[in-house]
């Protein structure tokens, strides 16, 4: 081949990729995804390992609180407590606090960056073993940690004016569609749209549980005894008028309390398309759900405390 030919060639090549590389790129991405929530754990050595009695061997009880989801939850809707031994073995330390910040959400950014949450610690301060043990001994210490959090999702619904139409629609009303859930414990899964009649669509979907803590209805602190275990509070939103939605209690036709059984609850939604707002038109339309509930976890650490006399 002429050299001229080739340099040409390579010329050109070369101002492809300058060109492409000044093309803006786009993420259609909304969500990280998955089940992550807040995490935590006991920083190594606090509280250490083995201590000793006598009131001798001071120590504090520390642990990280990391973001990792995407839902942002204030400090005060997030608390630890320590439990499993009697306070007054260790003397009287503080075993209630909550995070000295907010925990911000992770999230994707405009650039498709994962942008990482907050990270804290929480210390629990003031502990040692005063009474005079005759031999060695083991000490459990649980942290329970109970936080609100939310699940936001997101499907595209297809409207069309004319709901018989079998060809040349610009989208599809009869099947699954995929569903971009944001990472939580709790996902919105398995979401269907069909024909409900000439002028109305209905979709369902799944609210699984996919962590392994416990859930309680929002804003009642993870109480044990509260008998609003596995209640969900569920918003979804089309943007259009005449939506109506069941399995769905003390709200409103879009919103309200469900209770999972099994860890798992469908919801069924109808959408009315004859109202001027939605009619005379072929497009397709986010469904937005959104459910918030209280999550409750736990991990364990044991404590020896060694007699010295």
């Known amino acids: 081949m002429n050299k001229n030919i080739i340099l040409l060639i390579v010329g050109l090549l070369f101002l492809a990729g300058c060109a492409s590389s000044n093309t803006p790129t786009t993420f259609s991405k909304p969500f990280i995804g998955g089940t992550n929530a807040i995490s935590f754990d006991f ?3 606090s509280p250490p390992a083995e201590v000793y009695d006598g009131g001798s061997y001071p120590f504090e009880v520390s642990l990280n609180v990391e973001n990792k989801g995407e839902y942002s939850v204030p400090q005060d809707k997030v608390a630890l407590k320590l439990s499993g ?4 073995d260790f003397n009287n330390p503080n075993i209630t606090k909550n995070p000295d910040e907010d925990l911000d959400k992770s999230y994707i950014d ?4 994962i942008i990482p949450g907050a990270i804290t610690y929480v210390t629990f301060p003031g502990f040692n073993f005063g009474d005079n043990l005759s031999a060695n001994n083991d000490y459990k210490i649980r942290a329970d940690l109970c936080y609100a959090y939310g699940t936001i999702a997101q499907a595209d619904l297809c ?3 004319d709901l018989t139409k ?4 610009v989208c599809k009303v009869t099947e699954t569609k995929i569903v971009q859930s944001s990472s939580s414990p709790i996902q919105i899964e398995n979401l269907e749209e069909s024909i409900a009649g000439t002028d109305k669509i209905t979709f369902s979907f799944n609210i699984v549980h996919r962590g392994s803590g416990l859930i309680s209805k929002q804003d009642t602190s993870c109480s044990d005894e509260t008998i609003d275990k596995d209640k969900v509070w569920v918003e979804i939103d089309t943007g259009l008028p005449a939506l109506k939605c069941s399995g769905l209690s003390d709200g409103t036709d879009t919103t309200g309390f469900t209770t ?3 860890g798992k609850r469908m919801i069924r939604c109808t959408q009315d398309t004859s109202t001027p707002e939605a009619g005379g038109k072929d497009f397709q339309k986010k469904v937005n759900i959104k459910a918030t509930y209280d999550y409750k976890e736990h991990k364990e650490v044991t404590v020896t405390v060694k007699h010295t006399t």
């Open 43 to 45: 920083i190594e050595g």
């Open 159 to 161: 409207v069309l004016d």
């Open 166 to 169: 079998t060809k040349d629609e």
């Open 85 to 88: 031994f009697y306070p007054g």
């Open 110 to 113: 405009s650039e498709g960056n």
């Open 260 to 262: 999972l059984y099994g």
